[in-house]
């Protein structure tokens, strides 16, 4: 019974968030408008912060396992090649971009985060598995949606410096570059620098997940 209480003390918050943002868009009180602007504020503010925080207030070479970092990142690089030669097989190739992009994508700092601080009270191995994944994730994200989308077309230069500018310029991998930066120089961190970041960090994993309960539509026949 204690270690059934464990995992719904673990999982049911986030569940309950998630249908906290469901119920809220049932309820009106959001919509369409308002879930896609706090979507963006989570993912290029909220989070960005989140993932600067977590990094930024450790001791970068304390908490580094380079066998845990290998880990997720080839875990993460063995499901993106996998639902990529997937997509070879698929009749309509413009959808490739989309069907990988939704096959491998997922929410780890989000999620991860969450059940980690749930589990533990902190996050900690949540930086490495954010350092080894996340700017896999999105850059991949950059080159499959830019590479294969529908119109497609011969990979040039222009191509090329689009697809670079979209990698250098994502939110969570400039939050990520910055934290590591700031631990590794041992910056101070004064506390209303320290209380503004965590007053705008603790905004991304309930928004985040509210957000992700208020897109889910249930359709078709039950």
């Given at each position: 019974m204690s270690n059934l209480m464990f995992c719904l003390n673990a999982t049911m918050p986030i569940f309950l968030t998630m249908m906290l943002g469901y119920a809220f868009r049932k309820w009106h009180i959001m919509d369409g408008s308002f879930?896609?602007?706090m979507n963006s504020f989570v993912f290029k503010v909220a989070l960005p912060v989140l993932v600067f925080q977590d990094l930024a207030t450790v001791d970068f070479f304390e908490a580094w396992d380079w066998k845990f970092v290998v880990f997720c990142f080839l875990a993460t690089l063995i499901s993106i090649t996998a639902v990529t030669l997937l997509s070879f097989l698929l009749k309509d190739k413009s959808l490739q971009g989309e069907f990988i992009q939704a096959s491998y994508?997922?929410?780890a700092a989000i999620f991860g985060i969450a059940f980690i601080q749930?589990?533990?009270?902190e996050a900690g191995m949540g930086p490495l598995m954010i350092v080894a994944s996340v700017p896999l994730y999105n850059i991949m994200a950059v080159v499959v949606l830019t590479v294969m989308r529908p119109e497609r077309g011969r990979v040039n230069g222009a191509l090329i410096r689009k697809t670079l500018h979209g990698i250098i310029t994502n939110p969570i991998i400039v939050g990520i570059l910055t934290g590591v930066v700031w631990s590794v120089l041992k910056l101070p961190m004064p506390v209303i620098l320290e209380?503004?970041?965590k007053n705008v960090a603790v905004l991304a994993t309930p928004l985040g997940l509210m957000a992700m309960g208020a897109s889910i539509e249930f359709k078709g026949d039950f």
């Open positions: 879930v896609d602007k994508r997922s929410s749930n589990i533990y009270g209380k503004t970041v």
